[in-house]
């Protein structure tokens, strides 16, 4: 589990309320250190009376924002590695 604020604290123990619908938000601080943007899918586990919560891995490359701002190309899980050979051999598949 992951802790986040003042060590001391049992910081990772924050409490929302589910609306109706049965959502709920996941708040600020837990969303930053997932590093959960909106749309992203998370995946949901029982282990004895505790909801865990996980992002979901990606099956597809997907564009995120690098250092600097700049757009990076981030491979999923399990992925091949991106070698000059194998980009070449993409492009050349290429039509």
Same mark, same amino acid.
């Given at each position: 589990?992951? *802790?986040?604020? !003042?060590?001391?604290?049992?910081? #990772?123990?924050?409490?929302?309320?589910? $609306?109706?619908? +049965?959502?709920?938000? /996941?708040?600020? *601080?837990?969303? !930053?250190?997932?590093?959960?943007? #909106?749309?992203?899918?998370?995946?949901? $586990?029982?282990? +004895?009376?505790?909801? /865990?919560?996980? *992002?979901?891995?990606?099956?597809?490359?997907?564009?995120?924002?690098?250092?600097?701002?700049?757009?990076?190309?981030?491979?999923?899980?399990?992925?091949?590695?991106?070698?000059?050979?194998?980009?070449?051999?993409?492009?050349?598949?290429?039509?």
């Amino acid at each position: 589990m992951t *802790r986040l604020g !003042k060590p001391g604290k049992n910081s #990772a123990v924050n409490s929302a309320t589910i $609306s109706t619908k +049965g959502q709920l938000v /996941i708040p600020n *601080r837990f969303r !930053k250190a997932l590093h959960l943007q #909106a749309g992203e899918k998370v995946s949901f $586990s029982l282990e +004895g009376d505790k909801l /865990i919560l996980q *992002r979901e891995q990606p099956k597809r490359a997907r564009l995120v924002r690098g250092k600097f701002g700049r757009p990076v190309l981030v491979a999923p899980p399990g992925a091949p590695a991106m070698t000059p050979e194998r980009v070449k051999a993409i492009l050349n598949e290429l039509p």
